[in-house]
């Protein structure tokens, strides 16, 4: 049975939690493999509506084990109170593991994420301020500190006293505010560490086995694809990998591993934060899709960009993850759009083109050139058949198909589980 990663193929927020909560049934590992509790997943299934930020996706699922992989960078503050939260709600978490090398957001990562980006001004990234940043540049930098390094209270000791002298003088003397307690991080990260023991372990064996036995493994992916560090529209971008090729890394297997790369992406394109967006719409019909679908961040609350598909970034998006499906997600959003539009090309300094430029200044420059097509005008939300869909909707999924090239396996028209339809069979 396949490996199967679930990619975010745009900016973010294209529905992976609830595709990954709806394969999950089937799965028998979920793996999150990237970001940290910047990302946001909303789930709706029979336990209810759930706003995940850490713990995969796959949690819901009654059979499989759910892993936050040594890619995520973990704050566990905010997992203790996740977990909490999904016990209370009768959700089982016994099945749910951490590996030992994924690291930690520290206090000083949040503090120092914040004191950046107001640093930058009218320049701002637009990040969380969750410390995710900082995490990932620490970990880089060889300073960082990992869940394995919980379990044993002196060798974390060490590492912080040794990281917390650098990081002070650096808060101190170029941001000009007080010192972090050392004894106190050092408590309090320690009571996390025995509250999150029984979790933590070595995964990659776990993962390897599922896979030596034919099961069922699901990448979960956070964030999307223009949001990656070398693809995505940098600077505006986040601090890890949401591609495929960071699904391997992330979760400690083999790319010869990977059986299918499922792409997901809104029937539209949405984006938070700041960045190039080039079907961005800042008009009533932006202002409709976003009170439509209720576009605004699961993560910070703030109010989605909205815009019309983009087929030059789909494509550029296709051919750097290699899809072999597409899931086309809140279709039923553009239900009552008399006309849609479909950005086919670019036009940049007077030419047109067909590439997704590299240079965010050219991306800013560039206009959309758009395909009009009819809008179906009537819903879909009942729709379990493809067949069941009106002929304009069809013809719409056949077109985004045309233009990302790849095949559509799995239409979302609604939030919940249910409202699904698979075009074709994902488990090939």
Sequence with gaps: MPVIAVIGAQWGDEGKGKIVDLLAEEANVVVRFSGGDNAGHTVANQFGLFKLHLVPAGIFSTRATAIIGNGVVMNPGVLISELDDLNQRGVDTSRFFISDRAHLVMPYHTLLDGLEEESRGGKAIGTTRKGI????????ARMGIRA??????EVFKERLHHILKQKNAILTRVYGVEALPEAEIFNQYCQYGERLAPYILETTWLISEAIARGDIVLLEGAQGTFLDPDFGTYPYTTSSSPLAGGACLGAGIGPTQINQVLGVFKAYCTRVGSGPMPTELTDETGDLIREQAQEYGTTTGRARRCGWFDAVAARFSTRINGYTKLAITRLDVLDNMPNLKICT???LDGKTIDYFPSSTTALERCRPIYE?????????TEA????????LARQYVSRLEELA????????????REETVFKTPLWE
């Design 133 to 140: 940043g900082p995490a990932f540049a620490d970990k880089a």
């Design 148 to 153: 394995g390094d919980l379990l044993e209270k």
């Design 345 to 347: 090309g670019y036009e």
């Design 372 to 380: 009009e097509l009819p809008g179906w005008m009537a819903p879909t």
């Design 384 to 391: 379990r058949e493809f067949d069941q869909l009106p002929l």
């Design 405 to 416: 090239g790849c095949p559509a396996s799995i239409i979302s028209v609604g939030m919940r």
